[in-house]
């Protein structure tokens, strides 16, 4: 079992910045890609980012990009999700998940382990 916990949520103003972070413990070998998703009131669950083992590949949904970089730190088992320029509709609970595979999966069913998610509000 890999056990995931976000940090870094909280309450900014449009055009702000936040930084999450997931740990990782645990079983960590069984953590090789991890990603981002969010889930916003009244709405499903989204896919955000997501980064492979090695951190070298990433890939991002394209309501984020060029916003938010996604990255990790093996050697801390830690991953990091740098927000910048917020908006009010990336309001939502952000959650960290943990692939038993190596690539920078977009699908969630992809992800084995997920954290409790940590609430971001961007008010306008």
């Known amino acids: 079992q890999v056990h995931l916990v976000e940090s870094g949520g909280g309450l900014v103003q449009a055009g702000g910045s936040l930084r999450l972070s997931c740990a990782a413990s645990?079983?960590?070998?069984?953590?090789?890609?991890m990603g981002w998703f969010r889930q916003a009131p009244g709405k499903e669950r989204e896919f955000v980012t997501a980064?492979?083992?090695?951190?070298?590949?990433?890939v991002y949904a394209d309501s984020v990009k060029g916003r938010f970089t996604i990255s990790r730190d093996n050697a801390k088992n830690t991953m990091y999700l740098q927000m910048n320029s917020l908006k009010p509709e990336d309001t939502a609970v952000y959650y960290c998940?943990?692939?038993?595979?190596?690539?920078?999966?977009?699908?969630?069913?992809?992800?084995?382990?997920w954290g409790q998610g940590t609430q971001v509000t961007v008010s306008s």
């Open positions: 998940a943990s692939s038993t595979g190596r690539i920078a999966y977009t699908t969630e069913a992809l992800y084995a382990y």
């Open positions: 645990g079983r960590t070998f069984d953590s090789n890609a």
């Open positions: 980064i492979s083992r090695s951190g070298v590949s990433t």
